[in-house]
């Protein structure tokens, strides 16, 4: 982990539900003695599902679950919201500027004032992100970041807004669809998803976020738990 830039202050966001099965399933690739690396791309078919959320609170709870080096990067260049909630000021230096080769990949990373994951913020605006993710530059940074992070969490822009998000998940290990409930037809969702398996990503899962509880949470999760 990289020594603090600067201090990042966490703030606790609301999660409709953070799925059990998803965090076991990314816990169970790290037994004991494991080595490998896990890089996943989050993003959604439409804007305002609910990415970003998602993605800070998994990278919260895989930091404090596991003692595993985390790293999440903020690759909304369309739409960035990260940054603002852990109070990165506006145009500080991040994913754009390394992969222009204007700062290095060590002086642009982040540490939270716990020291439980790390955060590499957007970066400056660019009008066509897609000529950097479609570069070798891009490779060669996930080899930089896989070399220092056991698990990397990517903010990718929403699908039907950034073609660069398919050149993303093509590129790490996984892709995870989020789908707000009741907004999200199940038909551009399953258009979505071949879209994706066409052009080679490796879909990883699906999670269905802002879905109403009729009944308490504690209750709702004993009846699945029979």
């Not at 222009?100 to 939270?112: G, Y």
């Not at 897609?130 to 929403?158: H, K, M, W």
């Not at 199940?186 to 899962?205: M, S």
Request: glycine residues 6%; charged residues 25%.
């Amino acid at each position: 982990m990289f020594k603090k830039r600067t201090s990042i202050r966490k703030k606790v966001l609301r999660l409709d539900y953070l799925h059990d099965s998803f965090l076991r399933m990314i816990l169970e690739k790290f037994n004991p003695g494991h080595d490998s690396t896990l890089s996943l791309c989050f993003s959604s078919c439409r804007q305002e599902e609910g990415v970003s959320t998602i993605v800070f609170n998994m990278a919260m709870a895989l930091a404090q679950n596991m003692s595993k080096r985390v790293l999440l990067i903020d690759g909304n260049t369309r739409r960035p919201k990260l940054g603002h909630w852990l109070g990165v000021p506006d145009g500080s230096p991040g994913l754009v500027d390394v992969l222009k080769k204007e700062i290095s990949f060590e002086e642009a990373v982040t540490l939270d004032e716990q020291g439980t994951f790390a955060f590499l913020p957007v970066g400056q605006q660019i009008k066509h992100p897609i000529v950097l993710f479609d570069d070798l530059g891009f490779d060669q940074f996930l080899e930089t970041a896989r070399a220092q992070y056991d698990i990397i969490l990517f903010d990718a822009p929403a699908l039907l807004t950034g073609p660069e998000t398919t050149i993303i998940a093509r590129k790490l290990d996984g892709f995870v669809m989020i789908v707000e409930a009741e907004k999200t037809r199940w038909e551009v969702a399953a258009y979505n998803k071949q879209q994706l398996a066409d052009a080679g990503v490796v879909i990883t899962g699906a999670i269905l976020n802002k879905k109403k509880m009729f009944i308490p949470r504690l209750i709702y999760r004993l009846l699945l738990a029979d």
